[in-house]
Structure formats: structure tokens, C-alpha cells
């Protein structure tokens, strides 16, 4: 019973460099969400996908690409890292429509130097 | 920007004794969501509360939602050791209910 299931779990990027994380899930879910989280920041949206296909921005878009590969798959792309997006990345599925949980991954610790 | 604060942001209690955390929100909600956070791991959703509810339970967990107030508070009774987390409310985002915007966090410790 996996759920969300990020990787990698732990990178370490230079400056400039680019980098891809991945984000699967096995509920059969529409909607996908990426966040990020920072300390005493809570979680802020970056990306949001209500089903394949579709993806819209959420609070902090800038600098992030996303692609809904399938129902499963919602990928987050850092082109040029910079060491402002030093955070740990989470992405969640839920079911679509109102009232429906967020199930969340266990994070992607990225620094960046 | 957030739509929800929470408070405190630390608490720290002995284990048996209740817990009480407070989220304050800005605009109009459909519904409120506790999630807890435990160290290093993902969220997970606790609870969730409708705008025309007032109260609800879920084993040690009661929740309250006052809309006139904007604000809403979850106790955790007897509180134990595993109950050590982050807690954070999230409220739908406005003309998306499927988007959440979540507070600050509440960062609970349980001593044995």
C-alpha cells in the first residue's frame, strides 16, 4: 500500500544545475499537488494538477516547471537551481472535489550550494 | 501569503494532559482540515470540519470551527508520547476547493 511515493529523497544540486523529482501515485486520484515547505512557513503551493493533461500555478510558481506525465505521475523540474529553493518538496494526490484529504509523500530534501 | 496562523507555535506538555491548538483564518471557508506532521515524514490528514459545523470528534481529537470568528481550535485529550508532531490547519483556497492553503504549524512536544 504505497500512496505517494517521491524520489529521491535527499539531493544535493550546484547552483545553475537542473534537476527533476518525481512523484507517483497508486489511489487512482485526479488532482496532484506540489508544495514546498520552509521553516515556520507551513507548506505553499507551487504547482497543481486537477487531472492528466492540465497543471495550473499555485503561490510560488517561479522558477519550477511541472508535468502531468499520467494519472499517475506528476513531475516537479527545477531548470537553474538556485539556493533560494533550498526547501523540502511534497507532493499529495486527493480525490477531486470538495472535502477530499490530501495524502502526502514523505518529502524530497534538496539543498542547493 | 497564508490563510491560516496558528497558535502557539510551540507547546510542550507532560504526557496525559490535554493539548489545545488554535488557527485563525482570513476569508470565507467551505470547510477547515487538521493535518499532523511527524518529523521527517509527509502529512497526514486528522480531521475535517464543514463551515456549517460547530464541533467534531475523532477519538482524542475534538475539533471546533467559530466562522464568525474565523478561527478554529483542535484539542487532543490525554495526550501521549506518539502525539510529538507539527499540526496545521488548512483551508479550501477561494474559487478552488480542491487547493489548499495551510497555516504556519503548531509544533507539539509530549514528554514522557
Known amino acids: 500500500n504505497a500512496g505517494v511515493t517521491q524520489t529521491p529523497k535527499f539531493q544535493v544540486l550546484k547552483t545553475g544545475q537542473s534537476m527533476t523529482l518525481q512523484c507517483a501515485q497508486d489511489m487512482n486520484h485526479n488532482s496532484m499537488y506540489w508544495y514546498r515547505q520552509d521553516p515556520g512557513m507551513g507548506l505553499r503551493l507551487i504547482y497543481y494538477?486537477?487531472?492528466?493533461?492540465?497543471?495550473d500555478k499555485g503561490e510560488v510558481p517561479n522558477g519550477y516547471n511541472v508535468s502531468r506525465l499520467n494519472k499517475r505521475e506528476f513531475s516537479l523540474r527545477l531548470e537553474s537551481a538556485a539556493p533560494s529553493q533550498t526547501s523540502v518538496y511534497f507532493c499529495a494526490s486527493s480525490e477531486q472535489g470538495p472535502k477530499r484529504p490530501q495524502h502526502f509523500g514523505d518529502g524530497t530534501r534538496l539543498s542547493i550550494l | 501569503s497564508q490563510q491560516g496562523e496558528e497558535d502557539p507555535q510551540a507547546l510542550s506538555i507532560q504526557e496525559g494532559e490535554n493539548a489545545t491548538m488554535n488557527c485563525s483564518y482570513k476569508?470565507?471557508?467551505?470547510?477547515l482540515q487538521w493535518y499532523r506532521q511527524n518529523s521527517g515524514r509527509g502529512l497526514v490528514h486528522l480531521i475535517l470540519?464543514?463551515?456549517?459545523?460547530r464541533e467534531k470528534h475523532s477519538g482524542r481529537l475534538r475539533v471546533t470551527l467559530d466562522t464568525s470568528k474565523k478561527s478554529s481550535s483542535l484539542l487532543i485529550t490525554a495526550s501521549r508520547a506518539a502525539d510529538t508532531a507539527s499540526y496545521f490547519c488548512?483551508?479550501?483556497?477561494?474559487?478552488?476547493?480542491?487547493?489548499?492553503?495551510f497555516g504556519t504549524g503548531t509544533r507539539l512536544q509530549v514528554f514522557p
Open positions: 488548512a483551508t479550501d483556497a477561494s474559487g478552488n476547493t480542491d487547493k489548499l492553503i
Open positions: 494538477s486537477a487531472s492528466e493533461g492540465t497543471t
Open positions: 470540519i464543514r463551515s456549517n459545523e
Open positions: 476569508t470565507s471557508i467551505n470547510n
